[in-house]
């Protein structure tokens, strides 16, 4: 544990030695502000025109959390399927160019020691991100009347699917040492993630179930509508856990005869 | 003591390191030398435990670098053939972080650090970004951080290459003024540096040893230089010459 946390201290501090993780962080934030603004500038139009037709049945109907934080949030999943692989596609590959591996494997830490440390600093840097995105919501708090506990089952999930995120883009990283190729794989994979149901449309049987399963804007749908259900929180950690166990034992067969 | 024992590596079919075996005594500076391609850093990967062997094994102060890995890999320095340095962190973070992941406790990492930057002559770099030094003061920070934890074992891939003689110069000296009561192991092709720090020499060609003697053993009058060519010439014509028969031509050729 203590040499996981030197380790995640070290990629954390790393992350912001490298314009990367600023570019990626406001790129986030600026988007993020843009659909909120857009999203909301579009809630108000839709408001004034309703109240204008007297119509209070619609009018009652009409959703702060609907309308604007939840559109917002899947706006941002998308958003973070192209910029988790430029957090993560450094984190093996470039040890491995640059020879900084050897010092790694030679020291006397465990591999699974490793991985967990990377992981650590990658998620506490998603952690940290999607809270300054946070201010968002805290915006509609002081002006408006938004219900607070959906908003925070949504920013949860919006964790759960980041951290499930960094733990794939570290796996692929693991495999190669080249950052471009560990980039693009882990992008077609966390691409996959969102339409691998497509071809289960009208199907049956344990494979189709487990491919359902597998999708992911289900699971995160549910929580973004303020559904906080265990069987996608098990879905996220179990994405996190297999992701995890496969990089450790990539990075351990350098050690297998 | 580095004990190495029948190491065969393969790299797919490629065999680069075939049934070698020497010996480092306490406190003593083995040099490794041998040509370019000859597997010195291969054979120094599977000694510090980066890769495993196909064959054999290693025993560091009687610990299987394989089976007893993590507390054999304790009593290690190991400068790569690269510095495995961390381009944009600053010298001093840098050897903290080696530190901790060496396992030098928390209290005793200041003076540690202290002691390598004054040992390697870093006393003014401490606040230097790595990528922004010279060769040799990179070669420096990787040697502080091979030495940061005071290992009984010093392990150094071709600590000279690539420096000006006068860096060469002040490395060798540096080597030799810390090895103390270390088992160093040290790779070359440079032969002086082996006559002039080194106390056994293991001449390694294709893969195999060709050689294994203490320097102060080898016939007096012959030069380290005619024993070495001899050795990878007679490993290219004949397999298998053992150490005594290429002393034997060198000393009669001398006589
Ligand atoms: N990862 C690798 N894959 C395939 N061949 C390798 C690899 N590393 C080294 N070799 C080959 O093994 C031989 C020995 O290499 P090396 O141990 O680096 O020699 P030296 O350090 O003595 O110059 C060389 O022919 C080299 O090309
Ligand atoms: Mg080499």
Redesign the pocket.
Known sequence: MKNSLTIAGKELSGYFLQPVAYVVMTVFLLLGGFFFFALLRYFEVTLTAYSAMQNPEVLQRLNLNERVIEPMLHNLAIVLVILVPAITMRSFAEEKRTGTYELLLTAPIRTGEIVAGKFIAAAAFMLIMIGLAGMFPLILVAFGNPEVGVMFSGYLGLAFLSIAFVSIGLFTSSLTQNQIIAAISCFGLLLLLFVISWPTQGGGGALVDLVRYLSLPDHFAQMVTGIIDTRDIVYFLSLIFVALFLTQRSVESARWR | MIEVKNLTKA??N?V??RDVSFKAENGSILGFL??????????MRIITGYMPATAGTVLIDGLDIFSQSLEARRKIGYLP?NPPLYLDMRVEAYLRFVAKLRGVPRAKIESALDHVLEVCGLTDMPHRICGQLSKGYRQRVGLAQALIHDPPVLVL??PTIGLDPRQIHEIRDLIHHLSGNRTVVL?T?ILPEVSQICDKVVI?AD?RVVLEEYLKKLPAGTSLEDIFLNAITKERHEDGASAEETLEEVGAGHT
């Open positions: 790299y797919g490629f680069a390191v041998g040509p370019n391609g000859a597997g010195k850093t291969t054979t053939e891939d071709e790779s092709h390694i893969g």
